[in-house]
C-alpha cells in the first residue's frame, strides 16, 4: 500500500492526502510485486473508463486500450466486467479506510474528530473527484447483479468496521464521548459522506461551500461530544 504516513509527514495533512489519492507518493511501505503493480495500474484505467463511459460502457477493448495493455493480460487478472467494477471499488474503499486509520490514530483529547473526519473527505473528494462515480456504476446494478451485491456489502461492512473501531480507540483515550452506539456513528456518517458525494456529482461547486461542509461536521460532532 502507498505509503499515507510518510506522505502526509512530509507534505502535511492536505498535500498528503492529495498526493496519497492522486497516486504520486514518493515511496510505497512494501516493495510491489510486478503483477501487483500492473494490477493497480489496470484497476486505475478501469476507474478512469467507468467514470467516462459507465458500467455500460466497460468494455475489455477499452481498458486495454486505456491501460496500453493487451486483451489476454486483462482476462488473466479479471473473470469478467463484474469483476473490474468490484475490485476498482474494492481498492477505493481500502485507500479510504487507510485515510480513515491515520487521520484517527494519533488524535488526543481536545481534538475535532468530527472536523478532521469531514474536513478529509472533503480534501479527498477534491484530490479524487471521480471517487463516487465508481460507486454509482455499481449501485445501479447492485439489485441484479449478485458479484457486485456481495462485494458492496462486504465494502460497506469493512468501511463501517474501520470506523467503528478506530473511534473506540479516540474513546479509550479520552478524545470523544460518543452519545450514541459508535456501530450507529460509523453508519450514520457513512450516510453523511455518501450523500455529498453523489451531489457532488451533479453539482461539483459544492466542494467550495464552506457552509456544507461544517454542516456535516456539526451534525457528526453533536454524536461524538
Known amino acids: 500500500t502507498y505509503d499515507l504516513g510518510g506522505a502526509v509527514a512530509r507534505h502535511g495533512l492536505h498535500a498528503g492526502i492529495v498526493q496519497y489519492f492522486s497516486g504520486k507518493l514518493g515511496r510505497r511501505v512494501t516493495p510491489r510485486k510486478p503483477s501487483d503493480a500492473k494490477k493497480k ?3 486505475e484505467a478501469v476507474q478512469r473508463v467507468l467514470a467516462r463511459e459507465g458500467f455500460g460502457g466497460l468494455t475489455i477493448s477499452l481498458v486495454a486500450k486505456e491501460a496500453d495493455v493487451s486483451r489476454g493480460l486483462l482476462h488473466y487478472y479479471f473473470k469478467d466486467r463484474d469483476e473490474m467494477l468490484a475490485l476498482a471499488s474494492r481498492q477505493s474503499i481500502d485507500r479510504a479506510c487507510a485515510l480513515i486509520r491515520h487521520m484517527l490514530v494519533s488524535t488526543n483529547p481536545g481534538d475535532d474528530v468530527a472536523g478532521i473526519l469531514i474536513n478529509g473527505f472533503r480534501i479527498m473528494m477534491r484530490a479524487e473527484p471521480d471517487f ?3 460507486f454509482l456504476e455499481g449501485w ?3 439489485g441484479s447483479n449478485t458479484t457486485i451485491y456481495d462485494e458492496y456489502r462486504d465494502l460497506y461492512q469493512e468501511i463501517r468496521s474501520v ?3 478506530e473511534l473506540e480507540k479516540c474513546k479509550e483515550r479520552g478524545v470523544i ?5 459508535l456501530d450507529a456513528i460509523a453508519t450514520m456518517s457513512t450516510a453523511i459522506m455518501d450523500g455529498i458525494g453523489l451531489q457532488l456529482m451533479t453539482e461539483p461547486e459544492l466542494i467550495d461551500e464552506d457552509d456544507v461542509w461544517e454542516s456535516a ?4 460532532a453533536a454524536c461524538l461530544a
Not at 177 to 181: E, F, H, L, Q, T
Open 41 to 43: 495500474h489496470i484497476l
Open 132 to 134: 463516487f462515480s465508481v
Open 140 to 142: 445501479a446494478v447492485v
Open 163 to 165: 470506523k467503528s473501531r
Open 177 to 181: 464521548n460518543p452519545k450514541a452506539p
Open 217 to 220: 461536521r456539526d451534525a457528526l
